[in-house]
């Protein structure tokens, strides 16, 4: 991995969740959700996204009934200056500069604004995509999938990560032992964390400040609850495609954050690691 890439952390957007849904033994007090995604900026291809957050098209997509439930559950907000639109242009680019975006996995709040990236290539795992496929209507929206976010040309603008070249991942990541180079120059490894969906992907990079990045998705919900070993309560585990995988890979995790101190890890959904890496990769 020796092409380093400029590294920007952007909330895009945040949903509430009563604590105890969302970590083991937490309160009834709702927390806030950040919806985080990554713009990465590679040296030779250009500006590069890792997940999209929320969007007016997911406003638009839980309108009718029964996608409206979605939002009844768990409540968004996304203020204009949230507006990936508006995060881009502080970095003076605009969606259509935007070649390649790097899907962990296809949940309605990490896919939200593909819809606005008219260049964009698609990376995800084969398997998230055909599950989504696969569901109807209302088993995906149980499972947090809403197919209309998907534009018409999403296929044809698809690269399946697996079937990019599988590497050997680098001892320090263990228990993480392989990934895939997704863009042929060792510059983004996605690895695959499984559980929560069921094709998810993380990607691994390094920023110009030599620091390694590890973007999990959902593999954890926040370094607190990794650090503590408090993986998401039972009612927010029904929802996960395969509990005892995601378990697996919760512990992984939890082996990386105590054993890897030049990893940063960084969850979509943890506000602490926004205050704190949202500041030094702003
Ligand atoms: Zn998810």
């Not at 937490?26 to 927390?31: E, I, N």
Request: proline share 7%.
């Amino acid at each position: 991995m020796t092409t380093t890439l400029g590294f920007h952390l952007l909330r895009i957007g945040h949903c509430s969740h009563p604590e105890c849904v969302t970590q083991r033994g937490g309160c009834l007090r709702s927390v806030p959700f950040p919806a985080l995604a990554g713009l990465l900026l590679h040296p030779r291809l250009g500006p590069m996204l890792f997940d999209t957050g929320y969007s007016d098209a997911f406003f638009a997509a839980t309108q009718p009934f029964p996608e409206r439930l979605y939002r009844l559950v768990t409540p968004v907000s996304l203020t204009s200056t949230e507006a990936l639109p508006a995060q881009l242009a502080r970095h003076a680019l605009a969606p259509h500069d935007i070649r390649h975006v790097f899907l962990s996995h296809l949940h309605a709040d990490h896919i939200a604004g593909i819809g606005e990236l008219p260049n964009a290539r698609f990376f995800a795992m084969r398997e998230e995509v055909a599950a989504m496929r696969r569901a109807s209507r209302i088993g995906g929206l149980r499972r947090g999938y809403l197919r209309t976010l998907l534009p018409a040309s999403f296929d044809t603008r698809l690269t399946c990560a697996d079937d990019c070249e599988r590497v050997v991942l680098p001892r320090a990541m263990h228990p993480f032992t392989h990934g895939f180079d997704l863009l042929g120059d060792a510059s983004v490894i996605g690895v695959p964390l499984l559980g929560h969906t069921p094709g998810q992907l993380g990607i691994l990079f390094r920023t110009a400040g030599a620091r390694s990045i590890f973007l999990v998705a959902d593999a954890c919900w926040s370094l607190e609850a990794v650090r503590d070993d408090k993986p998401p309560s039972w009612i927010a585990s029904r929802l996960f495609s395969d509990k005892r995988a995601f378990l697996a890979t919760f512990a992984g995790l939890r082996h990386l954050l105590s054993s890897n101190d030049a990893l940063s890890i960084v969850p979509s959904h943890c506000e602490l690691t926004w205050r704190h890496l949202g500041r030094e990769f702003h």
